[in-house]
């Protein structure tokens, strides 16, 4: 299956405070993008599942990535 670029916003909770996050990965499926950002962010930030909540899952086009490791990925992968 071809990989896709998508942006996943939502916010994590830290101390006592919501914190918004916006975070772009490179994955098979919108399924797999959260996956891999509730991953993600509790490896980073040490957040429990159920305290990081996902707002919005959207694919990108090549012009709308902004994150310059996703943009590689994605050259690569269509080489």
Do not use: C, T
């Not at 399924?31 to 996902?54: C, D, P, Q, T």
């Not at 707002?55 to 050259?75: M, Q």
């Amino acid at each position: 299956m071809k990989m896709k670029a998508y942006r996943v916003e939502g916010e994590f909770l830290m101390k006592d405070v919501w914190q918004p996050f916006r975070k772009e990965v490179v994955s098979e499926s919108e399924e797999e993008a959260k996956e891999k950002i509730l991953s993600i962010m509790g490896s980073r930030h040490k957040v429990k599942r159920r305290f990081i909540k996902i707002k919005e899952v959207r694919e990108l086009g090549k012009d709308e990535i902004e994150d310059p490791v996703v943009k590689y990925i994605l050259e690569r992968e269509n080489e």
